[in-house]
């Protein structure tokens, strides 16, 4: 038996007739029968299409992706992993949707997205809330992350398998940043996300709302005055063009949560144990992956007067208010996500 996503099911049944309609539907999607991978069952021909929003070029491509599905080739346990970048299964909100209803595979996304269907994950992207790549890849990868997966899957039927971050977030504007007071009175771009405007505030920001593929031009024309993303992000969208000053906050880990659907129940044992390596494997190469790129752009900028990079932002001053406005305003699971991540902190 070979399993393809119901995506790919559902446009090749526009093409059947309707024989082979019903031995389709014996043979596959509810994995009932004797061939059904099922948690440790049968072990039959998997395909499971992986996608995400970066292009080939970026870290989380070519050491995260691709890097799974070469890993799931090589372990040879009839499981195959496509990846579909730069959001040609659609924008991550939809992909979200569709993995949680089953109707797709397996995705990489950022923990705000996912708070769409499980609210307390989203915490994973407070600011500050982790204290570098390591401590957010330490923190999924062991049991301190337990109640926060269980919780995902008990709420959407997904699994996380792990997380790596795609860089740490930092501030650009047509001034530099150095101290939360700095902040007053620019106008800054942050992504319209609840989680995403709770760090506005506990940094001490004004957010505008300006959606990303209008950034730019907001900037150009000074819309807003500046903007936060991590450096691979500012890079691309060449944002060097219509701002002054980069300033090292590193206030949030670009948090990207490797996931896969419902569709994990039909793994047999050994696929899932396969799955699962090439995803550890991934973890551990793109922040180094992503500290290269970082080094080499910074590198650029700095030689070519690009940016005025700041460096001596106050960072404690910033993590400090951060701490104190999360602990006052988170409740609930949100403060108990929060709390297990912070008290993870070596």
Known sequence: MKIRSRRRRLSLAATMTLPLLLAAACGGDDGGGDDGGGGGGGGGEVTLELAHSYTDEQPQHRCGAQVIADEVAAADVGLTVEVFGASQLGGDADRVQALVAGDHDMDIQGASALGAVHEPIGVVDAAYAFDDAQHLAEFFGGDASSDLRQGFADATGSQVLGAWSAGAR?????????????????????????????????????????????????????????????????????????????????????????????????????????????????????????????????????????????????????????????????????????????????
């Open 170 to 346: 930092h501030f650009t504007a047509s001034e530099p940043i150095r101290e939360p007071g700095d902040l007053e009175g620019l106008r800054m771009r942050f992504p319209n996300s609840p989680q995403y405007l709770m760090n506005a505030e506990a940094l001490g920001a004004t957010p505008t709302e300006v959606a990303f593929e209008e950034l730019y031009l907001a900037l150009q024309q000074g819309i807003v005055d500046g903007q936060e993303n991590p450096i691979t992000n500012i890079s691309a969208q060449n944002y060097a063009e219509v701002q002054d000053y980069l300033s090292l906050s590193g206030h949030q880990q670009n948090s990207n949560l490797v996931v896969v659907g419902p569709v994990w129940e039909e793994l047999s044992e050994e696929q899932q144990e396969a799955l699962s390596a090439a995803v550890d494997a991934a973890v551990e190469q793109v922040p180094q992956c992503v500290e290269e790129d970082e080094q080499a752009q910074l590198d650029e900028w700095a030689a070519g007067g690009d940016f005025e990079i700041i460096d001596d932002v106050d960072v404690d001053a910033f993590r400090e208010r951060a701490e104190e406005y999360f602990q006052e305003n988170y409740s609930g699971e949100l403060l108990e996500t929060y709390e297990a991540i912070r008290d993870s902190a070596e």
